[in-house]
T-cell receptor, first 116, second 117 residues
């Protein structure tokens, strides 16, 4: 059973289109994340949700909008795609972010987005 | 603010040789430190983590790392490299929850490990 899954695995689209990437975790975790890995393999956090509530929102363009319908899902919608959005997007989850300390984050396989 | 620096974007070793991947961190609070591995076209897999218990941490696949506060380092080692260790390795730091960072991971630039026969 896949712990953190993402769909699609590959996404090729034209500039200006709107696309969504879905993420689901079956680990019962409370916190989910989106990371972006650019062409130089640099990984940077974009968003984090805890129990469907946004808790981290890094300096990401408004064209990116995360949506969490329930704590097992965190989807990423991207409007008006630009060439610079081409990257690998990773979803991750962890038990919680609470005061007991940081818990391990488990990553999905990634979605490779190519904007033409 | 936290940051991670991995010295050397590429490390090449012979099979059976010692693997040493360097990681230095900067954090204003006691850090939690992680090493992740990424095989080609795959997601990140946790190798090991330091969470303020023992300073020498053992992980999967024979890897270990030592937390040295005085040197702000968390270098990853393996006594004998295997061909299957070829991958990209990421060091990451996270501060204690309760601050504004809420447990987010800050990653280093990654180190590609090549293993020669």
């Amino acid at each position: 059973d896949t712990a953190v899954s993402q769909t699609p695995k590959y996404l090729v689209t034209q500039m200006g289109n709107d696309k969504s990437i879905k993420c689901e975790q079956n680990l019962g975790h409370d916190t989910m994340y989106w990371y972006k890995q650019d062409s130089k393999k640099f990984l940077k956090i974009m968003f984090s949700y805890n129990n469907k509530e946004l808790i981290i929102n890094e300096t990401v363009p408004n064209r990116f909008s995360p949506k969490s319908p329930d704590k097992a899902h965190l989807n990423l919608h991207i409007n008006s795609l630009e060439l610079g959005d081409s990257a690998v997007y990773f979803c991750a989850s962890s038990p919680d972010y609470g005061l007991a300390g940081v818990k391990t984050q488990y990553f999905g396989p990634g979605t490779r987005l190519l904007v033409l | 603010a936290q940051s991670v620096t991995q010295l050397g974007s590429h490390v090449s070793v012979s099979e059976g040789a010692l693997v040493l991947l360097r990681c230095n961190y900067s954090s204003s609070v006691p850090p939690y430190l992680f090493w992740y591995v990424q095989y080609p076209n795959q997601g990140l897999q946790l190798l090991l983590k330091y969470t303020s218990a023992a300073t020498l941490v053992k992980g999967i696949n024979g890897f270990e790392a030592e937390f040295k506060k005085s040197e702000t380092s968390f270098h990853l080692t393996k006594p004998s490299a295997h061909m299957s260790d070829a991958a990209e390795y990421f060091c990451a730091v996270s501060d204690l929850a309760g601050g504004t960072s809420y447990g987010k991971l800050t990653f280093g630039q990654g180190t590609i490990l090549t293993v020669h026969p």
